[in-house]
């Protein structure tokens, strides 16, 4: 598997204007792009059967909304939901905020706070099914350091081993 996917985003605003994906995983290969004419609330995609889709004023895609959720201040406890627009379709995307706990990592031990979205639509390798747990760290930087996901053919594991 060997997939690019890079998000632009407003860096005031916290919202995407253009994503793209570049994705080769065994025979599957495809190209998709996204443009996000927030203004107007419609994405032009070459997705196909997409073409030109109305969105929710600051939706977001599924790379972006991870700085979006960082910009929030996170309580354990506390549900939000964030507008995105994910493979062709509109989703509500709803996280919670769990417990507090100290990560280790390659990088170094982090006071974290958990984050677990609830997955959406149907992808090649990610579900609604399953399960994704988001570990960020408890200050203001909220940097991503571990997740851990559970997936149709397996399981996901990304650790933080340097930063600057």
């Known amino acids: 598997m060997r997939d690019y996917i890079c998000s632009t985003i407003d860096a005031r605003g916290l919202y995407p204007v253009f994503f793209q994906e570049h994705i080769r995983e065994g025979r599957y290969a495809d190209r998709r792009w996204a443009l996000y ?3 107007n609330r419609t ?23 991870l700085y979006y959720i960082r910009s929030r201040s996170l309580t354990p406890g506390d549900t ?21 706990k ?5 990088a170094g031990t982090f006071d974290c706070i958990s984050v677990e979205p609830t997955l ?17 760290t408890d200050d203001d930087r909220h940097m ?3 997740v851990k996901s559970k997936i ?3 399981s996901v594991v990304g ?4 930063y600057e």
């Open 120 to 136: 959406v639509g149907e992808g090649r390798n990610f579900s609604k099914k399953d399960k994704l747990i988001l570990w960020l």
């Open 152 to 154: 149709k053919v397996g």
């Open 159 to 162: 650790e933080l081993i340097h």
């Open 43 to 65: 994405v032009y995609s070459n997705r196909k059967g997409s073409g030109t889709v109305s969105i929710k004023l600051f939706s977001q895609d599924f790379m972006s909304v």
């Open 102 to 106: 100290e990560i280790d990592t390659k």
């Open 80 to 100: 939000f939901s964030v507008p995105c627009y994910v493979h062709g379709k509109n989703y509500d995307v709803f996280f919670r905020c769990g417990k507090r």
């Open 144 to 146: 991503p350091v571990y």
């Open 37 to 39: 004419d927030q203004a």
